[in-house]
């Protein structure tokens, strides 16, 4: 079963726009990780935000991490058409535990 | 290798064939999992090794799976008496760092090895 959960769970925005995806879990965590997986191919890691971190910066990518919520957001900024992809957030305890995922489309 | 390797990319078995897949992680990587992904869904785990030991193996739907890393490098995944509900893509991951502690680290992904039961 899964641990966490993403919110929403498909997003279309347009090229340029803000794509922001949230992510809920049950249980304490070591960690937080984003993963983004293209159709049909292996999930690439993103960004990886600790339990003792609020905020985490990558390029374009923003993580935030509210462990009182247990609850994490994924800001992309100035989407791409090459941000298309589904989008996973992964939590980190005696294992990794995947959500079930957000699909992004950014339109050109 | 660059990265991790998988093999095959696409399996089609007839119900009650065996399968075996294969896995090659990044060279010196100690941790290696196996998850389970069906279409439109998140990967759901099934086993994890450190070097050859398998620590975690909670996630193996049945006893008709079965993994193995007996060197601590390359990995099998073999099902036996293959089902329709088996088929999903099977990814493999390595990473240089040792679950279950607090260090940081993400895990490199395989392409995955698409399995079609008929």
């Known amino acids: 079963s899964q641990q966490g959960e993403e919110d929403p769970q498909a997003l279309s925005i347009q090229e340029g726009e803000n794509a922001t995806m949230n992510c809920s879990y049950k249980?304490?965590?070591?960690?937080l990780q984003w993963y983004r997986q293209n159709s049909g191919r292996g999930l690439v890691h993103l960004i990886l935000i600790r339990s003792n971190e609020r905020e985490k910066h990558s390029g374009r990518l923003r993580v935030t991490l509210d462990t009182s919520k247990k609850s994490s957001s994924l800001l992309i900024t100035a989407s791409r058409a090459a941000d298309t992809a589904s989008y996973f957030c992964a939590t980190s305890g005696s294992r990794l535990t995947f959500g079930e995922g957000t699909q992004l489309t950014v339109n050109p | 290798g660059a990265g991790v390797s998988q093999s095959p990319r696409y399996k089609v078995a007839k119900r009650g064939q065996d399968v075996a897949l294969r896995c090659d992680p990044i060279?010196?990587?100690?941790?290696l999992f196996w998850y389970q992904q069906a279409l439109g869904q998140g990967p759901e785990f099934l086993t994890y090794f450190q070097n050859e030991a398998q620590l975690d193996k909670s996630g193996l739907p049945s006893d008709r799976f079965f993994a193995e890393r007996p060197e601590g490098s390359v990995s099998t995944l073999k099902i036996q008496r293959t089902q329709q509900e088996d088929s999903a893509v099977y990814l493999c991951?390595?990473?240089?760092?040792?679950?279950?502690?607090?260090?940081?680290?993400?895990?490199?992904f395989g392409e995955g090895s698409r399995l079609t039961v008929l």
């Open positions: 249980t304490s965590i070591n960690n």
């Open positions: 991951a390595s990473s240089s760092y040792r679950f279950g502690t607090s260090g940081p680290g993400g895990l490199f």
């Open positions: 060279s010196g990587h100690v941790s």
